[in-house]
């Protein structure tokens, strides 16, 4: 079946500008997380939506980072004034409801901010 | 000290051997644990879940010890397409919700 997809995959923008990006989990999966990835660095969780539950926001480096997610599917991740250093790949990850289940990641939005 | 960290090699591996690495985590709490691997500019893919008696996927080996925090992924057999980088992933069970925390990946390069 169709896996997680995000859009854009990539994305240049000018510090200061806002920016919304975009994750369609897998049909079905009811948790939605996104990280980001900065280059040569590891994963980094910033939120996590689980069903019609509040959602831990406690990965969000500050308060110009901001998601939701309507209707229990889609999400969007809006960062605003961006700076360079928001420059990274963002990863959005599905997984079924539960600790046990696996994630799985989309292909990223690679951000570059000058 | 990092919540989970790895060794970030590289592991250099001739075509045909077998190479192991570790992953440590700090929060004896952590609950499940994974292995990714991840190519170059590519989002990270489950290579596979570990569990407590370990468990084996074909050339692949994971381990858990929980006495000394940490979990492995051995390879055997190793072909030039398991070169990437190995990313450990461990969820902490809070009721919040179930962030991964992630390592910070093992450079694992297979030469003929």
């Known amino acids: 079946g169709a896996g997680v997809s995000q859009s854009p995959s990539n994305k240049v923008t000018e510090k200061g500008k806002d920016v919304e990006l975009r994750c369609d989990p897998i049909s079905g999966h009811t948790a939605l997380y996104w990280y980001r990835q900065s280059l040569g660095q590891g994963l980094e969780f910033l939120i996590y939506f689980q069903g019609n539950s509040a959602p831990d926001k406690s990965g969000l480096p500050s308060d110009r980072f901001s998601a939701e997610r309507t209707g229990g599917s889609v999400s969007t991740l809006t960062i605003q004034r961006t700076q360079q250093e928001d420059s990274a790949v963002y990863l959005c990850?599905?997984?079924?409801?539960?600790?046990?289940?696996?994630?799985?990641f989309g292909p990223g939005t690679r951000l570059t901010v000058t | 000290r990092k919540e989970v960290e790895q060794d970030p090699g590289p592991f250099n591996v001739p075509e045909g051997a077998t190479v192991a690495f570790n992953c440590t985590y700090s929060n004896s709490a952590s609950q499940s644990f994974f292995w990714y691997r991840q190519d170059c500019r590519k989002e990270p893919k489950l290579l596979m879940s570990v569990y407590s008696s370990g468990n084996e996927d074909g050339r692949f080996t994971a381990q858990l010890n929980r006495a000394s925090q940490y979990i492995s992924l051995l390879i055997r057999d190793s072909k030039l397409s398991d070169s990437a980088t190995y990313l450990c992933a461990v969820r902490e069970i809070k009721a919040a919700g179930n962030k991964l925390t992630f390592g910070g990946g093992t450079r694992v390069l297979v030469k003929p």
């Open positions: 990850a599905s997984s079924r409801s539960g600790a046990v289940y696996e994630q799985y």
